[in-house]
């Protein structure tokens, strides 16, 4: 078990949630559902939480009502190989979503993703200020992340 895990608050539609998460990355693994039992104040049989594994990350989805929801401030980041793996999840993602901005986009749930490609990282840290600061500016411009125009920008 892990020692920190990501639990996630849902305004009553975790079990929703973790089934589009399931759709969108095929190797999220449920490992437990805890539901209410009898006589306490929600219906029997109602999710409670569901622990699950995405990316060999551990998180519990909470099923509960809330006033508030998520925000941006926090976002889970999926560093892709190519265009391809950028545009399979951002599309998925986008239904019924909310296109950010720089590759960050928020689920029909209001989760943040960024969706980015993996050598982006390096390539806006590049000791060479010239090529970190144009590829900076290419990604400012997207909404989607565009993995060749990346590139092209940070080999200048």
Do not use: H
Not at 34 to 59: A, C, H, M, S, Y
Not at 90 to 107: H, M, R, T
Not at 116 to 130: C, F, G, Q, V, Y
């Amino acid at each position: 078990m892990s020692k920190i895990e990501t639990f996630l608050w849902f305004d009553g539609n975790g079990e929703e949630a973790v089934e589009f998460y399931k759709s969108v990355f095929p190797d999220l693994v449920v490992s437990k559902v805890f539901r209410w039992g009898p006589d306490l104040p929600v219906n029997e049989g109602t999710v409670l939480t569901i622990e699950f594994k995405l990316f060999g990350q551990p998180f519990v989805a909470l099923n509960a009502q809330r006033e508030e929801g998520f925000t941006p401030a926090v976002s889970f980041m999926i560093e892709c190989e190519n265009q391809a793996e950028v545009d399979r999840y951002w599309d998925a993602l986008a239904v019924e979503g909310k296109p950010l901005a720089c590759g960050w986009i928020q689920d029909k749930f209001g989760v943040a993703w960024q969706i980015t490609p993996k050598s982006l990282r390096d390539w806006i840290a590049d000791p060479d200020p010239a090529k970190a600061g144009r590829t900076m500016t290419a990604m400012m411009g997207m909404i989607k992340l565009d993995f060749e125009a990346l590139r092209a920008a940070y080999e200048g």
